[in-house]
């Protein structure tokens, strides 16, 4: 099992959360290629929403268990995230529902410091 847990060296953009994400697959090394760049496109619009709509990157982790990956991200707004009704010509919108579709499983926990939102990807290992 590999883990990297929430840090104080939270990524401060969705780059270096992928970066972060990168390393730690290529010891994870799923089998299939469309399953990492799963983990990359969640990674990427979790902590995306937590800059643009929740104060920021507070806390991140990336987790592997026997057939699957779990990202955290942690943020300082107690708020849901929610669906937008963006219409489709117009820019964003799309990473809630994108991260709803990939992970097998997404759980948002509200705490007095903000949210933490778990997403859970199946791996084919």
Do not use: Y
């Not at 619009?45 to 699957?68: K, M, P, S, W």
């Amino acid at each position: 099992m590999e883990d990297a847990h929430p840090s104080a060296d939270s990524p401060r953009t969705a780059e270096h959360a992928r970066d972060i994400t990168r390393t730690f697959l290529s010891v994870v090394e799923p089998k299939d290629s469309a399953e990492a760049e799963a983990v990359l496109i969640t990674v990427s619009e979790l902590v995306t929403n937590a800059i643009r709509h929740a104060g920021g990157v507070t806390g991140f982790g990336l987790r592997a268990d026997a057939g699957a990956v779990t990202v955290s991200v942690h943020d300082a707004s107690p708020a849901l995230p929610r669906r937008r009704n963006t219409p489709l010509w117009e820019p964003g919108g799309f990473g809630w529902p994108m991260v709803l579709e990939l992970a097998e499983e997404v759980r948002v926990r509200q705490h007095a410091s903000g949210k933490t939102v778990k997403a859970v990807l199946s791996l084919a290992h």
